[in-house]
């Protein structure tokens, strides 16, 4: 919700948000506010995947994960640093935080679901 | 956290993954800790003292109350978070050797020693700060040292 009022989860609103929009009052994040800004959700992200994930070891799911946690703490490195490249000027890189997030997001409520699952079944 | 209950992690495919990952990130946290403070706050005594009570020379005002409690209640956190975490992974990979139990009391009390002087350095005198300094690269270097042993003992002990 937070991110979503800052950027309308768009991509001319993820633009606007590190590049500054004189119209919306936004000033342009500068590298050390980038840093300012991630350094709280690297542990963070950190954190929730580790707490999630390792539950999956309690469950028969627990072979078929790995390539669940190599997916989740990539796209959770793309989430978090891809803002510095998107501030030197790479567009593309919009697609990258927004799609990085969304898939993380959803990664995490289907780990979620897995756990439900695995409790309901034991 | 379950996953202390696992007889040997370092023999599960699984968890040595996650924990590694979890390794990493701690490990870039406290990187950036340091530098991001560097150019805010300070790391060295100077620079923590114009921030805390300002320099007329330089026209640096000095931190308000309010800004500093809210630096202050952050750091208290994140401290917490970061040491319990990284000393529950240590403690656990590497057996609870007596090395490491040495190394997470040093890295604990000079954590709180960090906060406690910050505390007594803004609402008291400018002697805290260099103890302040001191206690905050012990139980960084601590910590840094910690994640990496973690990660020696996850894949080559």
Redesign the interface.
Known sequence: MLYAQKTSFSFLGTLNYYFGCETRFIVAKTN?GI??L???H??A???L???L??????TKF??K??PL??TL?IL?FLEIFSPFLISKGIVFFVIVKLLSLILYLALLIFVFILLVLSMRQS | MRFTLIKDIKQDPFMRLVLSFLLLFIFIYLGSDLFVKHSSFGIFPLQISNTLYGDTEQFLDAISASLFLEFWHTEIFFCMMILFTLSTVYLRVSKASKGAIILVHVMMISAFLSLLTLFLAYYGSNFFVNFYVIFNFIWHIGAVGSSLDSFKRLYFA
């Open positions: 050390m840093w300012k991630i350094l709280p690297i542990f992200f950190a954190l995947s580790m707490l994930l390792h539950f999956l070891l309690f627990k072979q994960a790995i946690v190599y703490f959770q």
